[in-house]
């Protein structure tokens, strides 16, 4: 049974075997101000309309990695990191992860995952967001 994960229903290995779960390595995030247009991790658009579009994982992720990014800390590596790095949300290089402030709007092709009947609301608030007429 060496290096095997034990049974359900046991709450420790057996002597001998490795767990099955790891401890995820530390990441260091950086925040990168940028002139680009977009909004602040904070806004009410970034949690809804990303959360819609990524999933709520990787939204809180984001989130956690700017109040690390904040308060100088480092985070464990997020599970979502993979789906932030995908949709262009931050870079991640060598357990550092940095994140370009503001966030941007929902774009193509991830405007596309937003349900039809929910698209004339998204493209509302971005109006709302953005200060756009």
Do not use: F, K
Not at 23 to 46: K, N, Q, S, W
Not at 48 to 68: E, F, H
Not at 85 to 103: D, N, S, Y
């Amino acid at each position: 049974m060496q290096g095997t994960c034990p049974p359900v229903g046991h709450a420790t290995p057996p002597t001998g075997t490795t767990p099955c779960l790891r401890e995820r390595p530390p990441v260091l995030p950086l925040i990168a101000e940028t002139d680009r247009p977009g909004l602040a991790p904070e806004d009410p658009y970034v949690r809804r309309w990303w959360t819609c579009v990524l999933g709520p994982t990787s939204v809180a992720d984001l989130l956690r990695l700017v109040r690390a990014a904040r308060e100088g800390g480092t985070i464990s590596r997020p599970l979502g990191l993979n789906g932030l790095v995908r949709a262009g949300l931050v870079r991640h290089q060598a357990g550092v992860v940095v994140i370009p402030i503001p966030i941007p709007p929902v774009s193509a092709p991830y405007d596309r995952r937003i349900p039809p009947w929910l698209r004339h609301a998204h493209a509302r608030e971005l109006r709302i967001a953005t200060g756009a007429s």
